[in-house]
């Protein structure tokens, strides 16, 4: 329980900046903190800079935590607006996770003087061309970023050396804090069942699965490749994207072009990834060109799920079950990683049991997230 030993006090304020809280990876961690945070000692509430509802945005409001909208236009008025939400609210806290943008955000909190003021790493690279301007403005954002800012996280040691530079290890301030995965419903026995019938595949069909957005970093092109070059042998086999994003058409005209566009399913962006993971998909499959530390790369192999993805991810998230890992580099063809995935297909799934309890006590537990982030906030 985060803040145990200060029931007696009032709760901590903490403000959280985001884009939009639709499911994602630092979403979807957040979420998890907030069901299971004493709320009597921890309050927690959302500023998102996108004028889009969220899909979590209904249960945050239940769980008591306000969402606070500011958006980033008109920019010239971003920091009165943000300014003027952080005076009247009086937070303890200001939790940043905009990346390069912290430095904006931090810079605010530091002015209306914020005690806490935390910038979050998520990514390992900056997602925009990288244009003369686009350096500058890094250049200067981390500048502000490790000026204003009292703690600095990484996702992993990629996304921490990747915002906050590569000798984050000997600053004091930076530090490394994995997200969690949410034990309540990977746990064996404890999350309804959905079958492949439910989305209109047969019951022996072999499920190639995918949890991401449809953006560039996912490489969903190459994905489409794979699927393409496993669909030739097996043909019982489809795949499964769960997500949404700015290329997904693309992706439905790549299916189409490849005439694999029966057996792929677009599911959009789903809330039912537990039983995905553990009841549909049949591998896990995961050819990003670049990460932080992907949320679904530890709650697959939770449930037994194996993994095989590019060597650019990294290890840390395979460390707690290390034989659910299958890395490949890029540079391989579609066609060689179609013939590795069969490979790990032909092994099939780890007992869910044994795998749960692998990540239960290890980092990636919901305690461990809390116990770590309550040293950040000054609860302990």
Request: charge should be positive.
């Given at each position: 329980m985060i803040c145990a030993g200060l029931q007696d006090q009032r709760p901590r304020r903490i403000l959280h900046l985001l884009g939009c809280m639709d499911p994602g990876g630092a979403e979807n961690w957040l979420m998890r903190l907030l069901r299971r945070a004493d709320r009597k000692v921890l309050q927690m509430d959302f500023c998102v800079a996108k004028p889009k509802k969220g899909l979590y945005e209904e249960e945050i409001r239940s769980l008591g935590s306000n969402i606070i909208r500011c958006e980033l236009k008109?920019?010239?008025?971003?920091?009165h607006r943000l300014a003027k939400i952080l005076r009247e609210n009086k937070y303890d806290v200001v939790h940043s996770h905009?990346?390069?943008f912290s430095g904006?955000?931090?810079?605010?909190?530091?002015?209306?003087?914020?005690?806490?003021?935390?910038?979050h790493s998520h990514t390992t690279r900056d997602k925009y061309s990288p244009t003369m301007y686009r350096k500058l403005y890094g250049w200067l954002m981390r500048r502000l970023v490790m000026r204003h800012s009292t703690h600095c996280l990484?996702?992993?040691?990629?996304?921490?050396a990747a915002l906050f530079g590569p000798d984050w290890e000997s600053n004091d301030k930076c530090a490394k804090v994995y997200y969690c995965f949410d034990d309540e419903n990977f746990g064996p026995g404890q999350v309804p069942p959905v079958s492949k019938e439910d989305f209109g595949l047969p019951s022996d069909a072999m499920v190639l699965g995918h949890v991401g957005n449809f953006r560039m970093a996912k490489n969903h092109t190459f994905l489409l490749d794979i699927a393409a070059e496993i669909i030739k042998r097996q043909p019982k086999a489809y795949l499964f994207l769960a997500g949404d994003g700015e290329l997904r058409k693309d992706a439905e005209a790549k299916a189409e072009r490849l005439g694999i566009s029966d057996r792929v399913i677009f599911a959009g962006t789903r809330k039912d990834v537990p039983q995905l993971l553990m009841h549909l998909f049949d591998v896990l499959v995961f050819p990003s060109i670049y990460e932080g530390l992907p949320l679904t790369l530890f709650e697959a192999p939770?449930?037994?799920?194996?993994?095989v993805c590019s060597d650019v991810?990294?290890?840390?998230?395979?460390?707690?079950?290390?034989?659910a890992f299958t890395?490949?580099?890029?540079?391989?063809?579609?066609?060689?990683?179609?013939?590795?995935?069969?490979?790990?297909?032909?092994?099939?799934?780890?007992?869910?049991?044994y795998a749960y309890q692998k990540y239960k006590n290890s980092h990636f537990s919901v305690e461990h997230s809390l116990r770590e982030l309550s040293v950040y906030y000054g609860c302990q």
């Open positions: 008109p920019f010239l008025t971003y920091q905009g990346w390069l904006i955000i931090l810079k605010v909190a530091h002015r209306c003087k914020v005690p806490v003021r935390i910038a990484g996702c992993c040691e990629a996304a921490a939770v449930t037994g799920l194996r993994v991810i990294t290890r840390e998230v395979s460390a707690p079950l290390p034989e890395y490949l580099p890029l540079d391989l063809s579609a066609e060689q990683w179609a013939q590795k995935v069969n490979e790990v297909l032909a092994r099939g799934r780890i007992p869910h049991e």
